[in-house]
């Protein structure tokens, strides 16, 4: 079997889960932001609210919330392309996890931080966007990092809903060539030339932050 012809398919799938994962990791960063912050608030009725939609978020596997978003919204008369609604529903689930982690981030910045910027005679806005989430965002980083990598390789979930991503692609080159093995094998090595030296990235960036550069 020539892989050669086939790896502009494999190609085309790679370059759509990297959208998906583009989209889903910087939509739900800054969703899960807004859900720590909702998290961490001292008003019940913003905290518990966020609490829950972002538990629920956690709990629920990411290919039920797949679902729901393709095959359930259409009930209420919102309908989703495939491309969109995994979008969707990945974004959603980042945004549940990477609130949690952002939150211990958060909770995790000593207590003479805020002395020392209440000693300065800051505001409570003002202590919270200049020194506190500043800081609590840099303890997040290498857990954010590894959140991103693992939505990458959940993309694959796509091809659930008929998305052209990577492994629907494989999926596809497999039953023309009938060679499954070797196509799962190489769309393996394709997640892996990613992943992996992501990871790395990862463990040298929180090398470098637990020594405070």
Same mark, same amino acid.
């Given at each position: 079997?020539?892989?050669?012809?086939?790896?502009?398919? +494999?190609? /085309?799938? +790679?370059?759509?889960?990297?959208?998906?994962?583009? &989209?889903?990791?910087?939509?739900?960063? &800054?969703?899960?932001?807004?859900?720590? +912050?909702? =998290? =961490?608030?001292?008003?019940?009725?913003?905290?518990?609210?966020?609490?829950?939609?972002?538990?629920?978020?956690?709990?629920? #596997?990411?290919?039920?919330?797949?679902?729901?978003?393709?095959?359930? +919204? #259409?009930?209420? *008369? @919102?309908?989703?392309?495939?491309?969109? !609604?995994?979008? !969707?529903?990945?974004?959603?689930?980042?945004?549940?996890?990477? $609130?949690?982690?952002?939150?211990? *981030?958060?909770?995790?910045?000593?207590?003479?931080?805020?002395?020392?910027?209440? %000693?300065? *005679?800051?505001?409570?806005?003002?202590?919270?966007?200049? &020194?506190?989430?500043?800081?609590?965002?840099? $303890? $997040?980083?290498?857990?954010?990092?590894?959140?991103?990598?693992? $939505?990458?390789?959940?993309?694959?979930? !796509?091809?659930?809903? =008929?998305?052209?991503?990577?492994? =629907?692609?494989?999926?596809?080159?497999?039953?023309?060539?009938?060679?499954?093995? /070797?196509?799962?094998? &190489?769309? *393996? @090595?394709?997640?892996? !030339?990613? %992943?992996?030296? /992501?990871?790395?990235?990862?463990?040298?960036?929180?090398?470098?932050?637990?020594?405070?550069?």
């Amino acid at each position: 079997m020539n892989f050669v012809e086939y790896l502009p398919r +494999l190609g /085309a799938g +790679l370059f759509v889960s990297l959208q998906l994962t583009v &989209i889903s990791v910087v939509c739900g960063y &800054i969703i899960g932001l807004l859900f720590a +912050l909702g =998290s =961490s608030s001292t008003r019940r009725w913003i905290r518990w609210p966020a609490i829950t939609v972002v538990e629920i978020g956690r709990g629920i #596997p990411a290919l039920v919330v797949l679902y729901m978003v393709y095959f359930g +919204l #259409p009930a209420f *008369g @919102l309908l989703l392309e495939n491309f969109a !609604a995994a979008a !969707a529903a990945l974004t959603f689930t980042v945004a549940a996890y990477s $609130s949690e982690m952002i939150r211990g *981030g958060i909770m995790s910045v000593d207590r003479g931080q805020y002395e020392a910027a209440q %000693a300065l *005679g800051l505001g409570a806005t003002t202590r919270f966007l200049r &020194i506190i989430l500043p800081q609590g965002l840099r $303890s $997040s980083i290498p857990a954010l990092m590894g959140l991103a990598i693992m $939505s990458f390789q959940g993309t694959s979930l !796509a091809y659930s809903i =008929s998305v052209n991503e990577l492994m =629907s692609q494989a999926y596809q080159v497999s039953t023309i060539t009938f060679e499954y093995l /070797a196509v799962y094998g &190489i769309t *393996g @090595l394709i997640y892996a !030339a990613i %992943a992996v030296p /992501a990871t790395w990235l990862s463990v040298l960036v929180e090398r470098k932050l637990s020594q405070g550069t």
